[in-house]
């Protein structure tokens, strides 16, 4: 490894290093390189960094050799939809597409804007590559709403993916993802373009193990007219991190961001969100609901910001609501506003609390024992966050379903 | 509709509770509310406890079916010979005691029908029973609610969410009704009624009566004892039962308010 490269990161860990030579065994490439610098301004983001501090990736991926924990089975996946597969050995695609889809995997690395800002998301970028695409590009013209699911999953020791997604005008994507873990780390970098009156419905999955670490980044950028509804499920790992950044840069674009995560012990799930109006009258809305176990962490930041010229008519709301349903269950959350505009409408909830004893009480009065009635309340408190995930919302609600018979 | 076995022992304690006492509260700040409580309800009878505000009834209703906040300090309680205050809330409730809630609580996302449905299974499998099954239940169900006039499209809204103070005493009844249980105490049903629901309670209520059931209704006013008629009533104050007598004692209390008989009692 030549110095320079060593270099890159201050004070690098073993496992830092690992993804140095990693990187350095990939073709070179100057975006690439771009990429990977701006990832090594941080190194594997931790406490003492602005963002992370409840989400330590640098304390919890210590090395990086294949965990013992085989992928969890994939919820999402149904006949008849086209499937992409990525681990770290190899990236598959089903032979025939959906009309109005287009695929197109490159060896060389797309350009990505505001890689400082989402670290392992521009780490995802800087290492897809070598056996898997450097960038999958994919294109939805208008026409029928095109379906599409993607699973991520090792074994392995480093799971890294980029797929960049371009909807034309009046597109319609279905897109589901399935992040289950098997890697120690696994890092997939999804992004999105929005052309005028473009759909996208995303419905996120993740699960992992206790030895693992995940972050999946979303950039999303919408035109005038656009519209998404976000929807995830995350069940954690040792560290696992959901950001999302989406701009509105056109007029009238809506944006609805739901998510809901379970950590049990041992487990951390953090939701963060960065949305920002860059265009007058667009919509945000945004639920988060999370239950945590006992030795288990939620995260979530939340931040909607809205310049003083271009954000004014803005109407957003954020709301985030945790259960802990055990003594010795952590969450953190920092909902963020800002606002330079004057003429917005912009609300935020934040709460966090054990479930209601009254409630408790009154299902058990009927014949349901404890740990089925704090199943059932659960799931009826996070279940408002899955509503919007339409055709994957049964298969969402039973995995939460089962985690709760499980957990509580 | 409803079961009724003919035959079934008459028990002369069905619900028997005997020097019953109860706090609030913890240390210091804990508060005597049940004060050497006695009283037994027989099979098939329907006995009402009425009392002053604060003199401990929804307390009573509370202790008997092991909301947490309560500590017994003395006394017993059973059912059909067996210790109830022993039992964790969802084994009284298997055991056959059903409360009617002063205040039904809203459970937002958990459909009506769906509540009903799991706390009928999981009370039929602590008993050993097999479970109920979807096309059973729900011709239960929509029997039920019409003898309670009740619109089926609000069992399938969220439990108590959004319904008036009538709507959720009726669907007190009609989980009731449903769930069939051996021994009821209903607190303070009539409050919040106007006279039609009040009725139309008292009907569903009255349609429970069996001679293997026993029922406890619990009362501010004597109103709702014109539709519910008692076979005995207690008067409650100051936590204990200082008075039992026939349905000529609720009208008495009803004319001459509490203050004669609490005079008395001293």
């Not at chain 1, 501090?53 to 990086?64: G, I, K």
């Not at chain 2, 519910?228 to 609720?250: N, Q, Y």
């Amino acid at each position: 490894m030549s110095p320079d490269l060593k270099d890159l990161i201050r004070n690098p860990t073993i496992a830092e290093l690992e993804l140095v030579a990693r990187f350095a065994a990939l073709k070179a490439d100057a975006r690439r390189e771009r990429l990977f610098e701006a990832f090594a301004q941080t190194g594997l983001p931790g406490r003492r960094i602005e963002g992370w501090r409840w989400t330590d990736f640098r304390a919890a991926v210590t090395s990086l050799d294949a965990p013992k924990t085989a992928p969890a089975r994939d919820p999402l996946v149904r006949d008849g939809v086209a499937t992409l597969r990525f681990t770290p050995a190899r990236y598959t695609a089903p032979t025939s597409l959906p009309a109005g889809l287009r695929l197109l995997a490159k060896d060389d690395v797309q350009a990505m804007g505001g890689a400082e800002d989402a670290p392992l998301g521009a780490l995802a970028a800087a290492l897809s590559g070598g056996k898997t695409p450097g960038t999958l590009l994919v294109e939805v013209g208008a026409g029928a709403p095109v379906h599409l699911h993607m699973v991520f999953e090792g074994p392995g020791a480093i799971n890294a993916s980029r797929i960049v997604f371009l909807l034309r005008p009046g597109a319609e994507l279905h897109v589901s993802e399935s992040h289950l873990g098997g890697a120690a780390l696994s890092a997939a970098l999804v992004e999105f373009t929005l052309n005028k009156g473009a759909r996208l419905h995303r419905a996120v999955y993740q699960v992992g193990g206790a030895g693992e670490a995940q972050a999946v980044t979303a950039l999303i950028e919408q035109d005038g007219d656009a519209e998404s509804f976000l929807t995830t499920l995350a069940l954690g790992a040792r560290v696992a991190r959901l950001e999302t950044r989406l701009v509105h840069r056109e007029t009238g674009s809506k944006a609805t961001l739901n998510a809901a995560y379970l950590a049990g012990a041992g487990l951390q799930a953090d939701i963060t969100t960065h949305v920002r109006h860059g265009a007058p009258s667009c919509v945000t809305r945004q639920l988060t609901k999370g239950a945590v176990l006992d030795g288990g962490r939620g995260v979530f930041q939340g931040k909607f910001h809205v310049p003083r010229t271009s954000g004014q008519q803005t109407d957003a709301s954020m709301q985030h609501n945790a259960l802990l349903l055990e003594e010795g269950a952590e969450v953190f959350a920092r909902p963020e506003l800002e606002i330079l505009a004057d003429d917005v409408q912009c609300a935020h909830g934040n709460t966090s609390g054990a479930l209601d004893a009254a409630q408790l009480f009154y299902l058990r009065q009927r014949g349901i024992p404890l740990t089925q009635a704090r199943a059932m309340l659960t799931e009826a408190f996070i279940a408002q966050a899955l509503e919007g995930a339409g055709e994957l919302e049964d298969a969402l609600r039973a995995e939460a379903q089962a985690w709760l018979n499980h957990a509580a | 509709m409803l079961s009724n076995p003919a035959g079934a022992p008459y028990i002369p304690g069905m619900l028997k509770i005997e020097n019953l006492t109860a706090t609030v509260g913890e240390g210091e700040d804990a508060k005597t509310i049940l004060n050497a409580l006695s009283l037994a309800v027989p099979t098939g009878e329907v006995h009402a406890v009425m009392g002053p505000n604060g003199a401990g009834k929804s307390t009573l209703s509370y202790v008997l079916t092991g909301r947490e906040g309560y500590a017994v300090t003395g006394g017993s309680a059973t059912l059909n010979g067996a210790d109830i205050l022993a039992l964790e809330p969802e084994a009284r409730a298997a055991a056959g005691l059903f409360l009617s809630f002063q205040y039904p609580v809203e459970i937002p996302g958990v459909p009506v029908m769906t509540f009903v449905r799991t706390a009928m299974n999981a009370q039929r499998k602590a008993r050993g029973e097999t479970e109920i099954s979807a096309p059973d239940f729900i011709k239960k169900s929509r029997e039920i609610a019409r003898v309670l006039s009740l619109d089926p499209e609000m069992l399938k809204r969220p439990v108590n969410v959004g319904f008036s103070g009538g709507e959720k005493k009726r669907l007190e009844i009609y989980q009731m009704m449903m769930l069939e249980p051996r021994f009821m105490v209903l607190d303070e049903t009539d409050s919040g009624l106007d006279i039609d629901a009040l009725r139309t309670v008292a009907e569903g209520v009255n349609a429970l009566r069996a001679p293997d059931r026993g029922m406890l209704v619990i009362t501010h006013y004597q109103r709702l004892l014109d539709y519910i008629k008692p076979d005995k009533v207690h008067v409650l104050a100051r936590g204990r039962i200082i008075r039992t007598g026939g349905p000529e004692l609720a009208h008495r209390l009803e004319a001459e308010g509490y203050d004669g008989v609490l005079a008395e009692a001293v």
